[in-house]
């Protein structure tokens, strides 16, 4: 079973300035890693799929690489819209299901 | 437009059935590459994935949760069914249903309901 390691758990930075999340798998993965927005209260929002695409209307701060089992979220410079969980999750072709990270609540430092 | 409404019981007691329904709008369950899943999410805890149906009829679960669930469809009423048996309190979520599309987007969720609370509580 694949296990999605997120870090930091909380990642506290200013507006403006440049946000790394991590996201690190148990095993070498296939390109089928996304990222999730979640605000409060809200159902999660698509970002990145693919490792490195961005969804339809997602802006161009928000960017996603692969290196082995090592991928990363970068948001360029932050809104105070972007504050809120973010999961990686990955689709496994066989057997087939996800498996989502445990979070990183960024929050405004 | 693609929308995904779920509906379901609010409270539900230890060792009853769930069922939820998932109703779409703007795309074809029948369609190649055209998925639902559903996710749920304890308060203030992680998305946990339970289970997917395909374009195929295929269906897939969460390993840990296989023999508690089935899901369903019926495509002539744009709609997707999930059962979760044995309710225990643990199960108490927020249940989402997404649109997931394979191929080019690897099963990415790209579309979701806005959720249904479901407590179990005696």
């Known amino acids: 079973e694949i296990v999605m390691t997120q870090s930091p758990a909380t990642l506290s930075v200013s507006p403006g300035e440049r946000a790394t999340l991590s996201c690190r798998a148990s095993q070498t993965l296939s390109s089928s890693l996304a990222w999730y927005q979640q605000k409060p209260g809200q159902a999660p929002r698509l970002l990145i799929y693919?490792?490195?695409t961005r969804a339809p209307g997602i802006p161009a701060r928000f960017s996603g690489s692969a290196s082995g089992t090592d991928f990363t979220l970068t948001i360029s410079s932050l809104q105070s819209e972007d504050f809120a969980i973010y999961y990686c999750q990955h689709y496994n072709n066989w057997p087939p299901g996800y498996t989502f990270g445990q979070g990183t609540k960024l929050e405004i430092k | 437009q693609v929308t995904l409404r779920e509906s379901g019981p609010a409270l539900v007691k230890p060792t009853q059935t769930l069922t939820l329904t998932c109703i779409f709008s703007g795309f074809s369950l029948s369609n190649s590459g055209m998925c639902v899943s559903w996710i749920r999410q304890p308060p203030g805890k992680a998305l946990e994935w339970l289970a997917l149906i395909d374009w195929d009829d295929d269906k897939y679960y969460n390993t840990s949760l296989k023999s508690r669930l089935t899901i369903s469809k019926d495509t002539s009423k744009d709609l997707v069914v999930l059962t979760l048996t044995d309710m225990d309190p643990v199960d108490t979520a927020t249940y989402y249903c997404?649109?997931?599309?394979?191929?080019?987007?690897?099963?990415?969720?790209?579309?979701w309901g806005q959720g249904t609370t479901v407590t179990v509580s005696s």
């Open positions: 693919a490792a490195s």
């Open positions: 997404a649109r997931a599309l394979g191929s080019n987007y690897y099963y990415a969720m790209d579309v």
